[in-house]
């Protein structure tokens, strides 16, 4: 009998893909499974634990290559606490960075009404700064549903583009 997770196992049971399991395996996130005679990989019951925190530092914004970092210093016996910690505060002090932008973004967006720009004036603009293109212009959609739209049946440009459809 065949002690540990065969992958299929390890997969139903902890919500993981084999694709993503073996992507953790490349990495070094996953230990190294035995094999049975047929070749099969086999995992210890442990690695069930080990992809519960994969899974919570994932959603936590932690890389897989923090990860493996972060596995590679428990498994040299160090206690990595210090260093997730670290990870984190700089996490929240990017999260918090990001917030201020699309606060600022969001407060300034009547401001860019009629403007044109490549994609969207509202995100090109930086800080209040007008927008002074010279290259291909369009106006911005009014919503993300209607950009995905597309007509046969759309005037062109002399340019031969599609103009943007406003609603």
Do not use: N
């Not at 992809?51 to 040299?76: D, K, N, S, W």
């Not at 046969?152 to 943007?164: C, D, H, I, L, Q």
């Amino acid at each position: 009998m065949v002690e540990g997770l065969r992958v299929g196992e390890l997969s139903t049971k902890s919500g993981v893909g084999r694709k993503a399991l073996r992507l953790y395996e490349a990495r070094r996130i996953l230990p190294t499974p035995h094999r049975t005679p047929a070749g099969y990989r086999v995992y210890p019951q442990e690695t069930l634990d080990l992809l519960m925190f994969v899974a919570r530092a994932r959603r936590l914004g932690l890389t897989l290559a923090e990860i493996a970092h972060i596995v590679a210093l428990r498994r040299a016996g160090s206690p990595p606490c210090v260093h997730v910690r670290g990870l984190l505060e700089q996490k929240a002090a990017d999260l918090t960075a990001m917030l201020r932008e699309l606060r600022r973004t969001l407060k300034t967006w009547g401001a860019a009404d009629g403007l044109t720009a490549t994609i969207c004036p509202h995100i090109e603009r930086k800080g209040g700064d007008t927008i002074t293109w010279t290259g291909l212009r369009s106006l911005s959609a009014r919503t993300a549903s209607t950009a995905r739209k597309s007509s046969s049946k759309a005037a062109k440009f002399e340019s031969g583009r599609t103009p943007t459809r406003r609603f």
